[in-house]
């Protein structure tokens, strides 16, 4: 069976439109998944940023103002916009020399996709950690696959690529000993 020239610019007028937004669909497939990929990366990119400045502050107030501890087993870090204040507590930590605060130590509350970083009391010290609910690029959700309390082993996830390590670089630090 033969086709006429009409039949095949009838074909073609077809199937040229129905190629082309095949062809197009896969291109959006692929950049939505890139995009979906590149975006946890760079979330766990910058946790890991954020943690290491957020460390440095803590040592600095450390340093000024003698951290004595801090009020739950779990503590948002949602002070540290804080210019003033008064008695030895700031938010949930307390301190030593309290009129040596230097603060606002941030203009804004750290966050991690909207929600707060944590500090976690554990029986060797305190650790600075991003909160629940935070999805890591190795897909594991704080909260839901890594459960951060009193009992956790924070020199163990953050040697391990799959808890709590991003690239070499740790998404929790150790910020001071009891």
């Avoid at 040592?59 to 739950?72: G, S, T, W, Y």
Wanted: with cysteine; proline share 3%; hydrophobic share 40%.
């Amino acid at each position: 069976m033969k086709l006429s020239q009409k039949n095949k610019r009838q074909i073609l007028g077809y199937l040229l439109p129905i190629v082309t937004a095949l062809l197009l669909l896969g291109l959006l497939g692929i950049a939505l998944q890139r995009y979906y990929k590149d975006s946890k990366t760079i979330s766990s990119q910058l946790t890991a940023q954020t943690v290491e400045e957020l460390a440095q502050i803590f040592k600095k107030i450390d340093n000024r103002c003698k951290i004595i501890d801090f009020e739950h087993e779990k503590n948002y870090v949602d002070f540290l916009t804080v210019e003033r204040f008064v008695g030895s507590e700031v938010g949930s930590m307390n301190l030593t020399h309290a009129e040596k605060w230097e603060g606002p130590y941030l203009r804004d509350n750290p966050t991690i996709q909207e929600k707060y970083f944590v500090i976690i009391d554990t029986p060797k010290g305190y650790y600075l950690a991003p909160g629940d609910g935070v999805k890591l690029a190795n897909n594991k959700v704080v909260g839901v696959d890594i459960i951060l309390d009193k009992n956790t082993d924070f020199d163990a996830l953050i040697s391990d690529k799959d808890m709590l390590l991003f690239d070499g670089k740790p998404l929790a630090q150790f910020i001071k000993a009891k």
